[in-house]
């Protein structure tokens, strides 16, 4: 079992800049791949990025490449995911998993955190 914690959401205006973090504590979690979804009120909860589980390789869905990045420190035991130009549509529940393989799409995660609130504001 792996329980993931994600903090540094916030509330921002349109334009600026937040910074995610998805840890891991007590826990190693280098050997899996993380992804970044997002659940706006009355939406389906959506893909964001995802990341390898050495960095090599990431994804992003269209709607935030070039915009957003994601990023690991294994030593740290944690993933990041910067987020800039935000928009007022990137207001959400974002949530990280943990899964074998990086991927875009929901089942293929086994362990989710409880999610961090971003509020972008016009």
């Known amino acids: 079992q792996v329980r993931l914690v994600e903090s540094g959401g916030g509330l921002v205006q349109a334009g600026g800049s937040l910074r995610l973090s998805c840890a891991a504590p007590?826990?190693?979690?280098?050997?899996?791949?993380i992804g970044w979804f997002r659940q706006a009120p009355g939406k389906e909860r959506e893909f964001v990025a995802t990341?390898?589980?050495?960095?090599?390789?990431?994804d992003y869905a269209d709607s935030v490449r070039g915009r957003f990045t994601i990023s690991r420190d294994n030593a740290k035991n944690t993933v990041y995911l910067q987020m800039n130009s935000l928009k007022p549509e990137d207001t959400a529940v974002y949530y990280c998993?943990?899964?074998?393989?990086?991927?875009?799409?929901?089942?293929?995660?086994?362990?989710w955190g409880q999610g961090t609130q971003v509020t972008v504001s016009s």
């Open positions: 998993a943990a899964g074998r393989t990086p991927h875009v799409v929901i089942p293929m995660y086994d362990y």
């Open positions: 007590g826990r190693t979690f280098s050997s899996y791949a």
């Open positions: 990341i390898s589980w050495s960095g090599g390789g990431t």
